[in-house]
């Protein structure tokens, strides 16, 4: 049986590639039917409510922080990271396991593959952590809607200014280049080893939070289940880290974001 299953088996990039994207798949499925809200993201999405606080939806009674709510929030959190992230990082875990199997010739290179996936989403479920622990205190200071989008417009403000800068700043350089280079990366950190396949898997993680962790943020502006900017930001991570003119897209949103946050400054210092 085995025997004849050995020919898809080699097929990594094959195995791998339906892994990944079964992942993928699932946690935007879960992510569209409400992450285990009760409230399908469709109906929390749109513009930022910053923007129009008096959108009935906003004036909703502030949800009850409990344990079991603060669990489900970090699920739902780190599975928008994993249907963000993951795609643009399947480039770097492809060619882990491409490079696993070379070193180890016929043996399958699925273990160690997802023990380096493994550690790289350990770095975003830490993320999510602490995602949680902010949405909670937004939330508790009002900042944030129990339909969990920024009631601020200095909040937005600032979020975007933020975002903008970190888009120009040495150390978003420095990660992003390390994330658009996976042969490189590898490289440098390879190690054999089950063990040493995690910690790779956790520093591509850290070189990627590093990247993207201030974009991942912009959540709390747009609206933390609004579908429109979850795909959105999807598609300017891909773009960014795969892209040959990722470069100069880094260079434009951050303008674009600074602008806007700009704006909304401007909006904040008009007389009411």
Not at 7 to 12: A, E, G, I, N, Y
Not at 20 to 42: K, R
Not at 84 to 112: E, K, N
Not at 223 to 240: P, R
């Amino acid at each position: 049986m085995f025997d004849s299953l050995a020919p898809f088996l080699r097929r990594d990039r094959v195995v791998v590639g339906a892994a990944l994207a079964v992942v993928v798949v699932l946690s935007w499925a879960y992510v569209v039917l409400g992450a285990g809200t009760g409230t399908p993201a469709s109906q929390m999405s749109g513009l930022p409510t910053a923007l129009h606080v008096s959108d009935p939806m906003a004036m909703m009674q502030p949800t009850r922080w409990t344990s079991g709510y603060a669990l489900l929030m970090f699920i739902m959190w780190w599975l928008m990271m994993l249907a963000t992230m993951l795609p643009s990082a399947a480039p770097m875990i492809l060619l882990f396991a491409a490079l696993t199997r070379s070193q180890h010739g016929s043996t399958a290179p699925y273990a160690s593959t997802g023990l380096f996936a493994a550690g790289y989403l350990a770095v975003w479920a830490a993320f999510s952590i602490l995602a949680v622990a902010l949405q909670w205190q937004l939330s508790r200071l009002a900042l944030l809607s129990p339909m969990m989008v920024a009631t601020s417009t200095a909040l937005g403000a600032i979020l975007l200014l933020a975002a903008g800068v970190w888009q120009f700043t040495p150390l978003k350089q420095v990660c992003l280049r390390h994330c658009r280079a996976p042969a490189e990366f590898l490289t440098l950190h390879w190690r054999n080893g089950q063990g040493s396949a995690v910690r790779m898997g956790i520093v591509h993680g850290v070189y990627c939070l590093g990247c993207c962790w201030m974009l991942m943020l912009l959540l709390f502006y747009g609206g933390i289940m609004n579908i429109y900017w979850i795909a959105g930001l999807t598609t300017l991570v891909f773009v960014e880290k795969l892209a040959p003119f990722g470069k100069w897209v880094t260079g434009l949103v951050g303008a674009a974001f600074i602008l806007s946050g700009a704006l909304l400054s401007v909006q904040l210092m008009r007389p009411s």
